[in-house]
């Protein structure tokens, strides 16, 4: 899991008062038109409202470019939780705050956590091995958080199940196709090149599906700073592998990968997108689009290596 310190992460007084008075520690009236869902984090988000389309409504908490590692939650956010009839999670420990969210709102509805049935790849952090929630990085894990999605919203919604099917059926074959281009654009590239630095380690599945490297020198946790040792280790290894493909990530703080690019004689290619999607007006602004946007600026980048 994450590592986030407890005292960042504990619902204040205030917070409690705030549901309290606004009578949110009560059980709303659902939508009766559409199923309210509620999504952790952005990339959740589109994914539900790929497989319900019309007949659900999509919240989501932690929105576009921002980080879920830091994410603490407001009375606004406990408040669309208590109106909602799905609450969504990817789970595998990526939204720790979740199930206390969830407690104290005294949410009533049905949950999903969409990584349900995904094997989690083991990642070292802080001396020990935990899972990897970062489990959307390779595209076959998404055709089962859609096979998750389209089963959960048709238990609460009969009459719509065809609909869900069909829906989730046709993104598994556009989540195919990507996973086919994909694997074709590294083709073309040869594996010793396959090097890449990022802000954070949040890339283990996607390295794993398409045999690229990934170095990154702050962990998994954005919060966590990594040592001056650990930066001249990573500098020189850029430097003794003539690494040119040098990331950092929409949601994360640019100025460590930035001057690590510029100590390692280097420069910045494009934001890629790890944990967030973009706004509207920028280029990941859906999965599909954010996970082509990351493999075409991810092979320019190696091929400078």
């Known amino acids: 899991m994450h590592t986030i310190a407890l005292s960042r992460r504990r619902f204040s007084q205030s917070l409690l008062a705030s549901l309290s008075a606004c009578g949110l520690l009560g059980h709303s009236a659902l939508a009766a038109d559409t199923v309210a869902v509620t999504a952790s984090f952005s990339i959740l988000g589109d994914l539900v409202r790929v497989v319900g389309a019309q007949r659900v409504t999509v919240t989501t908490l932690v929105g576009p470019n921002e980080d879920a590692h830091v994410f ?4 606004s956010h406990a408040k669309a939780l208590q109106r909602t009839q799905l609450w969504v999670t990817n789970g595998l420990g990526f939204e720790p705050w979740a199930t206390k969210l969830a407690k104290s709102t005294g949410y009533r509805g049905a949950t999903l956590i969409a990584s349900t049935g995904i094997k989690p790849r083991s990642m070292a952090h802080d001396g020990h091995s935990e899972a990897d929630p970062h489990a959307w990085q390779n595209p076959k894990n998404v055709v089962l958080y859609a096979r998750n999605i389209a089963a959960a919203l048709s238990k609460l919604d009969p009459a719509g199940a065809s609909h869900y099917a ?16 994909a694997q074709a654009q590294f083709d073309q590239v040869p594996v010793a090149k396959r090097k890449v630095i990022t802000s954070h380690d949040a890339f283990g599945y996607f390295a794993a599906r398409y045999g690229v490297q990934f170095l990154a020198p702050q962990g998994v ?9 650990q930066v001249a280790q990573l500098i020189a290894q850029i430097k003794r592998e003539k690494i040119r493909a040098v990331f950092v990530e929409n949601m994360g703080n640019p100025k460590l990968i930035a001057q690590l690019a510029q100590d390692a004689g280097t420069t910045l290619g494009a934001s890629l997108y790890a944990d967030a999607l973009s706004s509207s007006t920028e280029p990941g602004a859906t999965y599909l689009q954010m996970m082509r946007h990351n493999v075409e600026a991810l ?4 091929r400078l290596n």
């Open 72 to 75: 603490e939650p407001k009375p």
């Open 299 to 302: 092979v320019a980048g190696m």
């Open 166 to 181: 069909a829906n989730a059926q046709a993104y598994i074959t556009e989540l195919q196709a990507l996973d086919a281009w």
């Open 221 to 229: 946790n954005t919060e966590t700073e990594p040592s001056a040792k």
